[in-house]
């Protein structure tokens, strides 16, 4: 078992660690060399105190925030925070203690129903919002000129006039994601500094609530936009809040998997809205309704946020969160409703006090954290990472597929029904291979499967579009659906999972919730021009063109993860310092070595991830930093070793 937050910062290599105090009396720094030395300082901010300081330090903690019963808890809680693995050595824990600790490790799914219940409640909630997606794809695509229409849009787009309107068909459908984009992201911090986990994810479901009723009553396509709109104040600020709330609660040993819940979820919501589809497609209308089935449709989103609203009270509030407001005591009542023991959570408690003594220190020494994402070279190139990534989530076309996929099965040869039949079965495919990604994302990395899957979904985005010169029927369906279901298999561990991990772990502590601000507002923007684009570019260059233009994107993914994006799997937040320090000439040169291995029989130039991967063959591989732990090409390299310890080099 590893510290709750201790794996992800490391301690700076300079002999024995000082304590917190010998830190604050060391000699001024230059800015960059102190905020580095505070991010150190966030790894083991315990380490080289004495075991009777730390207790004392644990029980003083204990007074001064009205638990004086707890400090014998909190005296096992400091010796335990800082070093949670030597819990057999320490005469001071009881049997009992012992047991529940070494369970931890052999046990790690062995938790409290209320940690399972808070989980649950707060990744749910990510279904509704994907299949709304889902539902409007329906509700908002164009009958194009040969009137393929699927779902619900039979009756909404003739219904509101705006049939053969692309644009205006596009900015209705991604209303939504223009909210998120503009407004719904950024009012993440705000929202949770004024009301907290809870209340923020109580609110955005309770919006979330009356927007997905309301689109259900409208009759015009600017009243369905404003509603859309408005849902997307709503899933903004969600999307950022649930992976911090959980995260905050969770404990580090499962703590990895529950975040990638987050694309499981997601899948699970694409497939909600695809069934939903199929379940209210041949509604008949009553008298003096018209469209009653499309509207069943978008608002019976609405069921899920309302279930959240009644049941997230019942989860504990985040105990970072009531520690940032001073109340500790109640911190340590939630903790203690997450955990087997009070050991366990005076030991989380005390240590999330300390890194929160630290980060205020950080936060009193850095400057502009907005300057700094540029400034400072650790943080511009976590930023250029992640942006990567969330900018790919989208530009790899699997949205198109999520958003359109009833049209484009359309377009193939598919009945109406039928098109939804499909559809549903890309959802299903896309929740199953979601699940293994909780597996796959730490067994195999997030670079490998970048790598892997960015030029298979190209390819299978090619097979799709050119499917559709087949010219015999039955040939041409089946193709353009095998290529769709075979993007989805690969998306669904790869691009799927990799981007919001990526992202959450890229950035050092300071600036992490500023970072998965621009993330999210990245992805939710760039959906919002997808959304608003596919139409026109399929009436424009027809779906074999514009199956082509993501195919390509697809292509240029791969490249920019090759040259661009750092490995981050396996490594504490002290490694991910020195990572993300390399000059990007190095890394750049590290890709190209990983592209270009001489073979051991000849001389001819052959990509070492082919070599290694695809023919099987011992290859070494090629070596990033002088590190015993991180993989080094001496010769590849020559130049880029000397820029080492340029933190701010390019």
Same mark, same amino acid.
């Given at each position: 078992m590893s510290n709750p937050i201790a794996s992800t910062v490391?301690? !700076?290599?300079?002999?024995k660690p000082p304590s917190v105090e010998q830190h604050e009396q060391s000699a001024p720094k230059s800015q960059p060399e102190d905020l580095h030395?505070?991010?150190s300082k966030l790894a083991h901010p315990l380490s080289g105190i004495p075991h009777e300081e730390l207790m004392e330090m644990g029980a003083s903690y204990a007074r001064e925030n009205e638990m004086e019963d707890l400090q014998d808890e909190f005296r096992k809680g400091a010796l335990l925070a800082q070093n949670p693995q030597a819990?057999?050595?320490l005469p001071l824990l009881t049997d009992d203690d012992k047991y529940y600790l070494r369970r931890e490790v052999t046990h790690k799914w062995s938790h409290p129903k209320d940690l399972y219940h808070m989980v649950v409640m707060e990744w749910v909630r990510n279904p509704y919002k994907h299949a709304v997606k889902a539902r409007v794809t329906l509700a908002n695509n164009r009958i194009t000129d040969e009137t393929v229409i699927n779902g619900a849009n039979l009756f909404f787009l003739k219904q509101f006039g705006i049939e053969h309107r692309e644009w205006i068909a596009g900015l209705v459908n991604s209303a939504p994601y223009l909210a998120c984009f503009t407004v719904g992201c950024w009012l993440t911090h705000p929202l949770n500094k004024q009301f907290g986990r809870r209340n923020t994810i109580f609110i955005t479901c309770f919006i979330s609530f009356v927007t997905c009723l309301w689109q259900g009553f409208t009759n015009t396509w600017p009243h369905m936009f404003v509603a859309r709109f408005m849902l997307g104040i709503g899933i903004g600020p969600?999307?950022?809040?649930? !992976?911090?709330? $959980? $995260?905050?609660c969770s404990p580090p040993a499962i703590r990895g998997a529950l975040v990638m819940m987050w694309q499981m979820w997601t899948a699970f919501g694409i497939m909600l809205g695809y069934i939903a589809d199929v379940a209210f497609y041949n509604v008949q209308d009553p008298p003096h309704i018209t469209g009653l089935n499309w509207r069943l449709m978008l608002a019976s989103a609405m069921i899920i946020p309302l279930i959240v609203c009644f049941q997230v009270y019942f989860c504990p509030e985040s105990p970072r969160y009531e520690m940032l407001k001073g109340r500790h005591k109640r911190a340590f009542n939630s903790l203690a409703r997450l955990r087997w023991t009070k050991v366990q959570a005076a030991r989380d408690l005390f240590y999330m006090h300390t890194l929160l003594?630290?980060?205020a220190e950080l936060n009193r020494k850095s400057g502009s954290k907005l300057v700094e994402f540029f400034t400072v070279g650790r943080n511009r190139r976590a930023m250029i990472g992640s942006e990567i990534v969330m900018f790919m989530q989208q530009f790899c076309g699997v949205n198109v597929i999520a958003y359109y996929s009833s049209v484009i099965f359309k377009d193939s040869g598919f009945s109406v029904i039928d098109s939804l039949l499909a559809s549903l079965g890309f959802g299903i495919i896309n929740f199953l291979f979601a699940i293994p $990604?909780?597996?796959t994302i730490d067994t195999f990395g997030r670079r490998f499967l970048l790598l892997t899957t960015f030029p298979l979904m190209g390819l299978f985005l090619l097979f799709t579009g050119f499917s559709f010169?087949? !010219?015999?029927?039955? $040939?041409r369906i089946g193709c353009v659906a095998l290529g769709i279901y075979l993007f989805g298999i690969v998306y669904s561990p790869g691009e799927g999972p990799v981007p919001f991990t990526y992202s959450a772990e890229a950035y050092p502590l300071y600036i992490r919730d500023l970072g998965m601000s621009l993330a999210t507002a990245t992805t939710w923007g760039f959906n919002w021009l997808l959304s608003m684009t596919w139409l026109p570019l399929v009436r424009a260059f027809k779906p074999q063109g514009a199956f082509g233009y993501y195919a390509a994107w697809n292509g240029i993914g791969f490249v920019l993860v090759l040259l661009f994006l750092p490995e981050t799997k396996g490594r504490t937040l002290?490694?991910?310092d020195r990572v993300f320090e390399v000059p990007t000439r190095s890394q750049m040169k590290y890709g190209l070595a990983q592209q270009e291995i001489t073979t051991l029989t000849s001389n001819i130039q052959v990509p070492w991830f082919f070599k290694r991967y695809i023919f099987q063959q011992d290859a070494p591989p090629p070596k990033l930093l002088e590190l015993e732990d991180i993989e080094y090409h001496p010769d590849a390299f020559q130049s880029g070793s000397k820029e080492m310890g340029e933190g701010n080099s390019v």
């Amino acid at each position: 078992m590893s510290n709750p937050i201790a794996s992800t910062v490391g301690s !700076p290599d300079t002999g024995k660690p000082p304590s917190v105090e010998q830190h604050e009396q060391s000699a001024p720094k230059s800015q960059p060399e102190d905020l580095h030395r505070l991010n150190s300082k966030l790894a083991h901010p315990l380490s080289g105190i004495p075991h009777e300081e730390l207790m004392e330090m644990g029980a003083s903690y204990a007074r001064e925030n009205e638990m004086e019963d707890l400090q014998d808890e909190f005296r096992k809680g400091a010796l335990l925070a800082q070093n949670p693995q030597a819990f057999d050595t320490l005469p001071l824990l009881t049997d009992d203690d012992k047991y529940y600790l070494r369970r931890e490790v052999t046990h790690k799914w062995s938790h409290p129903k209320d940690l399972y219940h808070m989980v649950v409640m707060e990744w749910v909630r990510n279904p509704y919002k994907h299949a709304v997606k889902a539902r409007v794809t329906l509700a908002n695509n164009r009958i194009t000129d040969e009137t393929v229409i699927n779902g619900a849009n039979l009756f909404f787009l003739k219904q509101f006039g705006i049939e053969h309107r692309e644009w205006i068909a596009g900015l209705v459908n991604s209303a939504p994601y223009l909210a998120c984009f503009t407004v719904g992201c950024w009012l993440t911090h705000p929202l949770n500094k004024q009301f907290g986990r809870r209340n923020t994810i109580f609110i955005t479901c309770f919006i979330s609530f009356v927007t997905c009723l309301w689109q259900g009553f409208t009759n015009t396509w600017p009243h369905m936009f404003v509603a859309r709109f408005m849902l997307g104040i709503g899933i903004g600020p969600k999307s950022s809040t649930v !992976p911090v709330y $959980a $995260a905050e609660c969770s404990p580090p040993a499962i703590r990895g998997a529950l975040v990638m819940m987050w694309q499981m979820w997601t899948a699970f919501g694409i497939m909600l809205g695809y069934i939903a589809d199929v379940a209210f497609y041949n509604v008949q209308d009553p008298p003096h309704i018209t469209g009653l089935n499309w509207r069943l449709m978008l608002a019976s989103a609405m069921i899920i946020p309302l279930i959240v609203c009644f049941q997230v009270y019942f989860c504990p509030e985040s105990p970072r969160y009531e520690m940032l407001k001073g109340r500790h005591k109640r911190a340590f009542n939630s903790l203690a409703r997450l955990r087997w023991t009070k050991v366990q959570a005076a030991r989380d408690l005390f240590y999330m006090h300390t890194l929160l003594k630290v980060e205020a220190e950080l936060n009193r020494k850095s400057g502009s954290k907005l300057v700094e994402f540029f400034t400072v070279g650790r943080n511009r190139r976590a930023m250029i990472g992640s942006e990567i990534v969330m900018f790919m989530q989208q530009f790899c076309g699997v949205n198109v597929i999520a958003y359109y996929s009833s049209v484009i099965f359309k377009d193939s040869g598919f009945s109406v029904i039928d098109s939804l039949l499909a559809s549903l079965g890309f959802g299903i495919i896309n929740f199953l291979f979601a699940i293994p $990604a909780v597996y796959t994302i730490d067994t195999f990395g997030r670079r490998f499967l970048l790598l892997t899957t960015f030029p298979l979904m190209g390819l299978f985005l090619l097979f799709t579009g050119f499917s559709f010169w087949i !010219p015999d029927r039955e $040939a041409r369906i089946g193709c353009v659906a095998l290529g769709i279901y075979l993007f989805g298999i690969v998306y669904s561990p790869g691009e799927g999972p990799v981007p919001f991990t990526y992202s959450a772990e890229a950035y050092p502590l300071y600036i992490r919730d500023l970072g998965m601000s621009l993330a999210t507002a990245t992805t939710w923007g760039f959906n919002w021009l997808l959304s608003m684009t596919w139409l026109p570019l399929v009436r424009a260059f027809k779906p074999q063109g514009a199956f082509g233009y993501y195919a390509a994107w697809n292509g240029i993914g791969f490249v920019l993860v090759l040259l661009f994006l750092p490995e981050t799997k396996g490594r504490t937040l002290e490694e991910l310092d020195r990572v993300f320090e390399v000059p990007t000439r190095s890394q750049m040169k590290y890709g190209l070595a990983q592209q270009e291995i001489t073979t051991l029989t000849s001389n001819i130039q052959v990509p070492w991830f082919f070599k290694r991967y695809i023919f099987q063959q011992d290859a070494p591989p090629p070596k990033l930093l002088e590190l015993e732990d991180i993989e080094y090409h001496p010769d590849a390299f020559q130049s880029g070793s000397k820029e080492m310890g340029e933190g701010n080099s390019v």
